[in-house]
């Protein structure tokens, strides 16, 4: 079955760094594109970023353009989300998601806070 575990959340100060990682599990990984989304306290989950299957196109938020950087490793199964001088409007819960014939797939999500 499709898995997707979502790690490298935490608590970072405004200005600071994290990379989240997704490990993806139970569908052919290089043959799907990724996205990460996330949902605020009292907000709607949002798209953060997508990759494509081979990695060679992208997209972002208007919100996040310019600080993070969405990537993958299809050897290791993991897409990536490199999150630079972070906000904390950025604080929210990060979710991976995969679509698989039709069906969306989502992993628990990870925590990041931002704040001083």
């Known amino acids: 079955q499709v898995q997707l575990v979502e790690s490298g959340g935490g608590l970072v100060q405004p200005g600071g760094s994290l990379r989240l990682s997704c490990a993806a599990s139970?569908?052919?990984?290089?043959?799907?594109?990724m996205r990460w989304y996330r949902q605020a306290p009292g907000k709607e989950r949002e798209l953060v970023a997508a990759?494509?299957?081979?990695?060679?196109?992208?997209m972002y938020a208007d919100s996040v353009k310019g600080r993070f950087t969405i990537s993958r490793d299809n050897h290791k199964n993991t897409v990536y989300l490199q999150m630079n001088s972070l906000k904390p409007e950025d604080t929210a819960v990060y979710y991976c998601?995969?679509?698989?014939?039709?069906?969306?797939?989502w992993g628990k999500g990870t925590l990041v806070t931002v704040s001083s």
């Open positions: 990759i494509s299957w081979s990695g060679g196109s992208t």
């Open positions: 998601n995969v679509n698989v014939n039709d069906m969306d797939y």
């Open positions: 139970g569908f052919s990984f290089s043959d799907y594109a």
